[in-house]
């Protein structure tokens, strides 16, 4: 479908075929920038915050208080998805993705400057814990917008799960960046890595956040929004509307999300301290199979993205929330050998689950909320689960570990939130191959040969 705004011709093919282009590759350059910004604040947060930050602390309630300021930026994504939902309901996807961009990299940035608790006492926690609301309100209206950006400019109605999943392949390749990073700085010899070499990475992330800002300048509204701003069908208050009309499915996409979130979380950044802490394993080594992870991801987020275009968005879900409950319990089981090669096999591999759910989830979520409350809707749906489950993720499997002193404790939580996973998504509608060009409430009161349907 070509974009029409109004007073303007209609594109051509080969126009909207590029503009299908620019759009997928803004948006996953632009999530790659983001997720590269909240990943390195995770992995820096497991290896050297609580020493930085709450040195007068003993080890375990040092990381607990660390982890509660990453814990932050995920209570603060609801609040970002309510605020920019509304805004990408309203004036468009592309304005909003600019600024959700700038908002996330100003922040990041500005942590390399964060001074420690040697310099500045309690107050360094105090800047860091703002900075991570702030990031955490950007990422909240980033991934809406950029799914969105992409969906919406997808030509035909086959194909919307693998063009919405390469938005999401801006996670495994800001996991990617974030580790590479942290990786060469951990190189610097005696102190200097827990003295400045930790803020490299972050001052870096503002060159990025140029190149992302640059070609997401570059970039036309979507179709489906161009076409509700030409019909006059902008809601005024997109958010409170959809709570109204569509509450189940926010509820739904939310612990939908409990599979994917939590133990992603567990395995990115959690391993970290149970690595080194319980494992004795290196930083290097956790580092370089984390890398190893989110490569094997460019690869399986499109493959699974794919897969669903052709088996159906809720079947592929559900087989990846069984996937992901069992496979925790092979993870810890693995990785307690306390052998470097089962660690490195079992962190590669844990994002395979992880991928059979964030593949399909874009298209899964997004297709689930008629267009006008599109960005709101799935917005909202999508960052409730950063509460329930994404923050409190690593805090849980702390706690549980230092209970039962056992990562089987922790597997045994993964296992909870694929079975509510999998219930959710199995009430889920299925709108695979289905056009999300018509607003579903016109769409329901017409016949299928696209009259009204008879009242009743």
Request: net charge neutral; glycine share 10%; aromatic share 12%.
């Amino acid at each position: 479908m070509a974009a029409i705004s109004p007073g303007e011709a209609p594109l051509s093919e080969e126009e909207s075929r590029r503009q299908l282009r620019r759009a997928v590759v803004a948006s996953t350059i632009g999530t790659t920038i983001e997720w590269y910004d909240f990943f390195l604040y995770s992995i820096v947060t497991g290896l050297i915050f609580a020493k930085l930050y709450f040195p007068e602390s003993n080890p375990l309630v040092g990381t607990l208080q660390a982890f509660l300021i990453y814990a932050v930026g995920f209570v603060a994504r609801p609040v970002g998805a309510a605020i920019f939902g509304h805004y990408g309901d309203r004036i468009g996807r592309k304005a909003t993705l600019i600024v959700t961009l700038l908002l996330m990299g100003i922040a990041t940035f500005a942590v390399a400057f964060v001074p420690t608790y040697a310099t500045i006492g309690i107050w360094g926690a105090v800047i860091l814990t703002v900075l991570r609301f702030i990031q955490g309100v950007g990422v909240g209206g980033e991934w809406g917008g950029s799914v969105l950006m992409s969906m919406e400019w997808a030509r035909t109605n086959g194909h919307r799960g693998f063009v919405a999943s390469w938005p999401q392949f801006g996670v495994p390749a800001g996991l990617f960046l974030a580790n590479l990073a942290v990786l060469a700085m951990s190189q610097i010899s005696g102190s200097g890595f827990a003295t400045w070499g930790w803020r490299v990475p972050f001052f870096l992330s503002i060159v990025l956040v140029a190149i992302g800002l640059y070609i997401r300048l570059n970039i036309l509204e979507t179709p489906i929004f161009a076409r509700l701003l030409a019909e006059h069908k902008i809601e005024k208050t997109p958010i409170l509307e959809v709570i109204r009309r569509q509450p189940k499915d926010i509820v739904l996409s939310a612990f939908a999300r409990m599979a994917e979130q939590a133990p992603f979380y567990i395995y990115t950044a959690f391993v970290f301290t149970y690595g080194v802490r319980n494992l004795g394993a290196t930083r290097d080594l956790l580092l370089t199979a984390v890398l190893a992870a989110a490569v094997l991801e460019f690869f399986t987020i499109p493959l699974f993205g794919h897969v669903s275009d052709l088996i159906g968005r809720r079947k592929m879900y559900l087989i990846g929330a069984v996937c992901a409950g069992i496979f925790g319990f092979i993870y810890f089981g693995m990785v307690d050998t306390k052998s470097s090669l089962w660690i490195f096999v079992a962190i590669m591999l844990s994002l395979v689950p992880h991928a059979m759910l964030y593949g399909p989830q874009a298209a899964f979520i997004a297709e689930s909320f008629t267009g006008r409350m599109r960005y709101s809707g799935a917005s909202l749906g999508y960052q409730l689960a950063s509460v329930i489950a994404g923050g409190p993720a690593p805090l849980i499997a702390t706690a549980l570990f230092a209970y039962y002193q056992s990562g089987y404790a922790v597997a045994c939580y993964v296992l909870a939130c694929a079975a509510l996973s999998l219930i959710s998504a199995s009430l889920m509608g299925d709108h695979t191959n289905q056009d999300i060009s018509r607003e579903y409430d016109e769409a329901r009161a017409m016949g299928d040969d696209g009259h009204a349907r008879p009242a009743t």
